[in-house]
């Protein structure tokens, strides 16, 4: 039964089955996560391949598509999941709805269970939250970027608005689970797959970690933003679809691991930060990696450019949040970036695989995205940080020619982090 409009509904976590992790919820140190502006910093300035790149110029190259979207952003009002329902949402007000995007009505049993066409996207599903979700994840980091290179707290203020009213208010907040996201009609209520769908909170919660130094907001609104996304977390951790999304063997399993991790960063919980090394060491490097450096089963996909694309950026950003200094007790590096498989292969083989098909995507040699492939690639942030971390300056130099703002709808969907800005300022 569904939750009445003025209701919301507690966290769906049943304590008894956090058993496998009941560590996570007692973790209150604060999370020694990298800090990309360390690189910067240290990185030579120039290596045997030409010179890299300073905070500075990246702040340089980015100051107009910063300043001209902040702009626009500080006459726009947030828009939450309250704002939009679907008569075919099993939640309530307050609960995030989508419906999974390759599925469609079956032309031999109309009004019958959705049947997939894996790589086309149905444009008639409900997309209203999806869409509210994206747009914060646009605007919150875009006026935090604005307000990081000006000091111009108008930006900062009215990032803490949006902040507001997704996570406080409780006439507009979106409750911390995803029961109902990337449902079937006919099949599922909401699956384990949705989760994907607030990848688009990790840079919002970098933002929000930024705009602590800006104090607007009080000290009781950070703590309710922090307590919600430590109900999400734990949710993440502990529900039946959370678990079922860590599990995944692709591009969605990256996803979980990168938002848990982004949400442990902001919550200082370090016990799911060292979940989150574990699961990159011991799950998505092994299982993903093949020893050319592709991603096996993002190719064998119907847009297996594009895939293979947002799995790079998403182990990227996975090294970049939940790498920390030394070693576990076990001996194993918590430098992620550094990690390497049995066969000597680390992430930037990754890089290297995609490399020379970013640079020139004629090159692919495997088929073409059924969708939206002229549309790619765009500025991927792993070029920029692998560029960082390992000086390589030609990662950097392609990163530079490269479009930052997408505009295809679907392309910026899968294109969460945004403003490199917020990752190379440390917090």
Not at 92 to 104: I, L, R, T
Not at 107 to 126: A, E
Not at 374 to 402: C, M
Request: aromatic share 10%; with cysteine; glycine share 6%.
């Amino acid at each position: 039964m569904g939750i009445g409009a003025g209701q919301q509904r507690a966290p769906c976590v049943n304590v008894k089955d956090m058993n496998r992790r009941e560590f996570c919820l007692t973790a209150t140190a604060a999370v020694a996560s990298v800090r990309v502006s360390a690189f910067v910093a240290s990185a030579p300035q120039t290596s045997a391949n030409g010179p890299l790149i300073t905070l500075a110029e990246i702040e340089q190259i980015d100051r107009e598509r910063i300043l001209r979207a902040a702009n626009e952003y500080l006459s726009q009002s947030p828009i939450t999941v309250t704002a939009a329902s679907s008569p075919r949402s099993k939640g309530g007000k307050h609960d995030y709805f989508s419906e999974g995007d390759y599925w469609w009505p079956d032309p031999k049993n109309p009004g019958g269970p959705y049947i997939r066409r894996d790589g086309y996207s149905n444009p008639q599903n409900f997309n209203d939250h999806r869409e509210a979700l994206i747009r914060l994840s646009l605007m919150v980091p875009a006026l935090t970027a604005a307000w990081l290179i000006t000091q111009e707290k108008r930006y900062a203020e009215h990032a803490a608005v949006h902040l507001r009213a997704w996570f406080l208010d409780p006439a507009t907040r979106m409750n911390p689970s995803l029961d109902y996201a990337q449902a079937i009609w006919g099949v599922s209520p909401g699956r384990g797959t949705g989760i994907i769908d607030t990848l688009h909170l990790v840079e919002v919660t970098r933002a929000a970690r930024h705009l602590d130094g800006a104090r607007v907001m009080t000290p009781e609104e950070s703590t309710g933003v922090r307590a919600w996304f430590t109900q999400y977390m734990l949710w993440m951790v502990a529900s039946k679809n959370g678990q079922e999304e860590e599990a995944a063997k692709n591009n969605h399993g990256s996803c979980w691991v990168v938002q848990v991790a982004a949400f442990a960063a902001f919550t200082g919980n370090e016990n799911v930060m060292k979940l989150c090394r574990g699961r990159f060491r011991d799950h998505l490097l092994p299982d993903q990696l093949a020893a050319d450096g592709s991603f096996p089963l993002e190719l064998a996909r119907t847009k297996p450019y594009s895939y293979s694309l947002f799995n790079l950026d998403m182990m990227a950003m996975v090294c970049l949040i939940a790498s920390g200094i030394g070693a576990e007790p076990s001996g194993a590096t918590n430098n992620l970036w550094q990690f390497a498989l049995s066969n000597g292969n680390r992430y930037q083989r990754a890089v290297e695989f995609m490399f020379p098909f970013i640079q020139d995507k004629s090159k692919w040699p495997y088929p073409h995205d059924v969708e939206y492939f002229d549309d790619l690639p765009n500025r991927q942030p792993s070029l920029l940080f692998a560029g960082l971390v390992y000086h390589e300056p030609k990662y950097i130099a392609l990163w530079r020619t490269l479009p930052a703002d997408p505009k295809t709808a679907e392309i910026i969907r899968n294109f969460p982090i945004r403003q490199p800005v917020l990752w190379v300022h440390s917090v």
